[in-house]
């Protein structure tokens, strides 16, 4: 079974901050792991993705995350906050090797940018 | 970019009725994912098709079902509902040709019972 877990249910910044949204995962294999933004009465949007590779990925709207596999974490992070960045966030896993596997979410996290 | 088209976006229905929602995938993705996201909720995998076959199966109420026509695109028939359903339906698509692609995410359906 996969598992994700957000320890955090709103992280609160203010506009120019770093910030950094938490994310630890557990997969049976190894992990595909994602990272999404919901803006209100929307869908989800992909911001980035880790395969392979390097562990710190790069994304969408200057976010980027680091994979730390002795951790088991996929921390969102972005250097400089903006108050649109105000949004729900969700971290997802998928097992790399099972083609079928289905994305697993985390039960997000609300970020709270203030001006 | 085309991106994952579902409708109708809003849906109300009473108690017992039946809904259909719809969604049509990316151009090229051969892979359909069903979540329902209640109030407050992370979303919860209903069901998945694959090349029109039912891939995996997760939360979905044997009130629902699925499939996934020879167009891709796919239908979630859902019968008797109860207030309980409320929630945002959302369908995503992937290519599973490549193992590592993201899952892309349509608007969703929001289905209010009443």
New interface residues.
């Given amino acids: 079974a996969q598992s994700v877990a957000q320890p955090e249910d709103q992280v609160n910044v203010a506009e120019g901050n770093p910030l950094t949204v938490k994310c630890t995962y557990s997969v049976s294999g190894n992990p595909y792991l994602f990272w999404y933004v919901q803006y209100p009465n929307r869908g989800l949007q992909f911001l980035l993705k880790y395969i392979t590779g390097d562990n710190l990925v790069k994304g969408s709207y200057g976010f980027e995350a680091e994979f730390n596999k002795s951790q088991t974490s996929f921390h969102l992070k972005k250097p400089s906050a903006l108050v649109s960045d105000s949004a729900l966030y969700f971290c997802a896993v998928r097992d790399a090797f099972s083609g079928y596997s289905t994305l697993t979410f985390g039960k997000g996290t609300m970020l709270l940018v203030s001006p | 970019a085309a991106g994952?088209i579902q409708s109708p976006r809003h849906l109300i229905k009473e108690k017992r009725e039946t809904a259909t929602l719809k969604c049509y995938p990316i151009p090229r993705h051969d892979t359909v994912?069903w979540y329902q996201q209640g109030p407050g909720?992370?979303?919860q995998?209903l069901i998945?098709f694959?090349e029109k076959m039912q891939?995996?199966k997760?939360s979905i109420p044997d009130r629902f079902s699925a499939q996934q026509f020879s167009d891709y695109h796919s239908e979630l028939n859902m019968s008797s509902l109860e207030l309980g359903d409320s929630a945002l339906y959302?369908c995503?698509s992937r290519f599973?040709g490549g193992?590592?692609t993201?899952?892309?995410?349509?608007?969703?359906t929001?289905l209010t019972v009443v």
């Fill in positions: 994952v994912y909720q992370d979303p995998f998945s694959y891939s995996d997760g959302f995503a599973k193992l590592n993201e899952a892309f995410f349509g608007q969703g929001r």
